[in-house]
C-alpha cells in the first residue's frame, strides 16, 4: 500500500469508528452512563480531547491491527487482532479507573470491556477491508 493508500483508509476508518462509536454514546448507552457516572460528567464536552483520543486510537489500529493483516492477507487475523485492541485499550483505561477512583463503578468495567471488544472487531473488520478496497 502507497502512503495516499494508507492515508485514505486511515480516514475512511476514523470515519466507521466515529459513527459507531457515536451511536453507542449518543444514543444506545447514554443513560447507562449518566446512571453510573453522571455525577463525574462535565457540563460540556471537550471535543478537542475527544478527537485527538480517536485520531490516536485509529493510528494505533492501523500500525498494530490494519496493515498486518493487511501485509497477512488474513481476514480473520484483522478481527482477531482487532477484538484483542480493544480489550487491550479499553482495559488500559477501565482498569486504571477502577485502581484509582473512589468507586468506579464494575459495572462500567464490564460493559467498557466488552464494547471495546465489540467496536474494535467491527472497525477493524471494516479498516481491513477499507484499505484492501482503496489499494
Sequence with gaps: MSWIQLVKAYFLTLLVFLAVDFLWLG?????????YLG???SEEVNW???????????????VFVIYPAIKA???????WMGMLYGL?????????NLALIRDWPL?????????G???????SMAG???????S
Design 27 to 35: 444514543l444506545i448507552a447514554k443513560r447507562f452512563y449518566h446512571r
Design 39 to 41: 455525577h463525574l460528567f
Design 48 to 62: 478537542a480531547a475527544a478527537f485527538l483520543f480517536y485520531l490516536i486510537f485509529i493510528v494505533g489500529m492501523m
Design 73 to 79: 492477507n488474513a481476514t480473520l487475523q484483522a478481527l
Design 88 to 96: 487491550v485499550t479499553y482495559a488500559t483505561f477501565d482498569l486504571t
Design 107 to 115: 459495572t462500567i468495567v464490564l460493559v467498557d470491556l466488552v464494547w
Design 117 to 123: 471488544i465489540v467496536l474494535s472487531g467491527i472497525v
Design 128 to 134: 481491513y477491508g477499507i484499505a484492501r478496497w482503496v
